[in-house]
């Protein structure tokens, strides 16, 4: 009797410790996802009047780059931007005023920063299981000039893109793909701005960079 006694109350104690243990830590993860850039004609340097042609397609399911598994982003607000800086001043200064866009797939908004500066984000069209966006840049004044696409908005970026894991940071790389030419990650030197001359190429290759001369 007593042996049966001191049983129960070792596997009660053992019930009581059991629910006592600490719980299991929450999933948290990164995310790191990759845009195809298509830019053309990727020349060194352009006239006045030329013509720039950005394009980019891609899946709405996209590749985790850390895990190589893909996602539905469907839902997900890229807040896709083209950056387009005047190089040859200190410091190198927005330069979306400067030229005209003209759409061509989807729809880009231009929201007014400050004198001068234009935000561009970007609307894609969803057709089928992509996304698609395209734009003609036309360059309407001389110098160094450099354009790019970024996100940088995801830094705050925390609903879930899996419903089972915390979403801990998310990071958007734009891959460019020059037409005819390269990016000209060399003519950076020819930047006035200090900031913008030393960028390191993988930062410079993240946001699709592409550097060029616009001649009269």
């Known amino acids: 009797m007593k042996n049966s006694i001191m049983f129960f109350g070792i596997l009660i104690l053992g019930l009581f410790c059991t629910s006592c243990d600490p ?12 845009i195809p850039v298509t830019l053309s004609p990727a020349s060194d340097t352009f006239q006045v009047g030329d013509t720039i042609c950005l394009s980019m397609k891609f899946p ?18 890229f807040n896709t931007s083209i950056s387009h800086l005047k190089l040859d001043t200190t410091p190198a200064l927005c330069a979306n005023a400067l030229v005209k866009f003209v759409e061509k797939q989807g729809r880009l ?3 007014p ?3 001068g500066c234009l935000a561009t984000v970007v609307n894609y069209d969803t057709r089928e299981d992509s996304l698609f966006f395209a734009v003609d840049i036309i360059l ?9 696409c970024n996100s940088s908005f995801l830094e705050e970026y925390t609903l879930p893109i899996q419903e089972s894991c915390k979403t801990k ?3 958007i790389h734009y891959s460019l793909n020059p037409i005819g030419g390269d990016s000209n990650f060399d003519f950076l030197q020819y930047s006035k701005d200090v900031q913008k001359k030393n960028l390191s190429k993988p930062f410079f290759d993240s946001d ?6 616009v001649t009269d």
């Open 208 to 213: 699709s960079g592409f550097v060029f001369f």
């Open 23 to 34: 719980p299991a830590a929450p999933c948290e993860r990164d995310y790191l996802f990759s």
């Open 60 to 77: 709405i399911r996209l590749e985790d780059i850390n895990t190589n598994e893909f996602f539905d982003l469907h839902d997900f607000p």
């Open 109 to 111: 908004d231009l929201i």
């Open 169 to 171: 940071s998310v990071e």
């Open 140 to 148: 309407r004044s001389e110098g160094l000039y450099g354009v790019g």
């Open 113 to 115: 920063l400050s004198v």
